[in-house]
């Protein structure tokens, strides 16, 4: 079974910066596009933004130019720097990642959540 622990939340003040991660464990045969989405209070959950395998970015019109994600295909990691940060950022941050498992019986597509990572700013 994979698990999506995801790690670097928190409380920053506004114009601070924080470092998300997302780490990926289990048996997979392929990793796809990995991504990041929000959700704020009494609002839908939102794509902030998505790397591919190989490692083409999309970002938020949003958060573009203050915000950059990564992958570490070796390490199964997806990175969000997200920088000059306002209360506007505030929200659950999710790590979504799309990949392949392979078992006796073929190849199968999976596409999976971490359990959500708290960001405030405020100050």
């Known amino acids: 079974q994979v698990q999506l622990v995801e790690s670097g939340g928190g409380l920053v003040q506004p114009g601070g910066s924080l470092r998300l991660s997302c780490a990926a464990s289990?048996?997979?045969?392929?990793?796809?596009?990995m991504g990041w989405y929000r959700q704020a209070p009494g609002k839908q959950r939102e794509l902030v933004a998505d790397?591919?395998?190989?490692?083409?970015?999309n970002y938020a019109d949003s958060v573009k130019g203050r915000f950059t994600i990564s992958r570490d295909n070796a390490k199964n990691t997806v990175y969000l720097q997200m920088n000059s940060l306002t209360s506007d950022d505030t929200a659950v941050y999710y790590c979504?990642?799309?990949?392949?498992?392979?078992?006796?019986?073929?190849?199968?597509?999976?596409?999976?959540w971490g359990q959500g990572t708290l960001v405030i700013v405020s100050s």
């Open positions: 790397i591919t395998s190989g490692s083409s970015t």
């Open positions: 289990g048996r997979i045969f392929r990793f796809n596009d």
């Open positions: 979504n990642a799309k990949y392949v498992v392979a078992d006796p019986h073929g190849f199968h597509p999976v596409d999976a």
